[in-house]
């Protein structure tokens, strides 16, 4: 069971997710919060498997609440999946940077929603598709390298890690690398668990973050089309 602990200001928000998540078999909403500050204090008291956080909230934003649970000093840290209205790259760009596993628009189709509680509670990041390329192109050009890991993948990472790292870069599941490599997938998964760690990371959108940082994956120059 994935337990969620949910914080929006707006009480219909809250209740709408509530009743979304609290629907699905393997989601349990053991917590709804109606601040930062609330929000920091329950994930504390709870240890949720994920934190949905509003970035807009009285007291704390949700990047200085996702700092607190999921960044460089939590310890043991609980996943962040940030739910907002606002698409603004320097939301997402905090969010990225205060260790968010996630980023979704409240917009987004509820399948969407449940889906992404569920990749975030697996250690799979992710972010609105329609964010992606420009988020992660921006977040390069603008943002320094993460200190602990300002360096390239090549002393850091076996041949074999840097390929699923690359796969990663292209949004492949577990299973597709695993197919692409012609491997088990509980090989993914064990190279992976030997990954993260390396590189400084707690998730595969984090992994994916420092290889556009770090050159390992080449960032468009432009969107075409």
């Known amino acids: 069971m994935i337990r969620v602990l949910i914080a929006d200001d707006q009480p219909l928000v ?3 997710l509530s009743a979304l998540l609290g629907a699905e078999p393997d989601i349990e909403v053991v917590g709804v919060a109606s601040d930062g500050s ?43 999946l940030v739910l907002t209205t606002f698409d603004l790259d320097d939301y997402v760009f905090g ?31 992710t972010i609105d598709q329609s964010l992606t390329r420009r988020v992660l192109r921006e977040f390069v050009q603008r943002r320094s390298l993460q200190p602990v890991v300002a360096q ?21 599941s577990n299973e597709e690398i695993a197919a692409d490599l012609v491997v088990e997938v509980s090989t993914v998964k064990s190279h992976l668990a ?20 770090n050159g390992i994956v080449a960032v468009p120059d432009r969107e075409r089309g």
């Open 152 to 172: 390239r993948g090549d002393g850091v990472l076996t041949p074999r890690e840097r390929d699923i790292l690359l796969l990663l870069a292209q949004g492949m």
């Open 38 to 80: 609330q929000a920091l204090v329950m994930a504390r008291e709870l240890r949720p498997d994920v934190a949905c956080l509003d970035i807009r909230m009285p007291g704390r934003d949700g990047i200085s609440v996702a700092r607190e649970l999921c960044g460089p000093d939590a310890d043991p840290a609980i996943p962040v």
């Open 14 to 16: 809250r209740a709408g």
């Open 194 to 213: 030997r990954m993260l760690p390396k590189l400084g990371v707690r998730s595969r959108l984090q992994a994916v973050v420092w290889a556009y940082q």
């Open 95 to 125: 969010a990225l940077e205060a260790g968010a596993s996630g980023f979704l628009l409240k917009d987004a189709e509820p399948e969407a929603i449940t889906h992404a509680v569920r990749q975030v509670a697996a250690g799979h990041g």
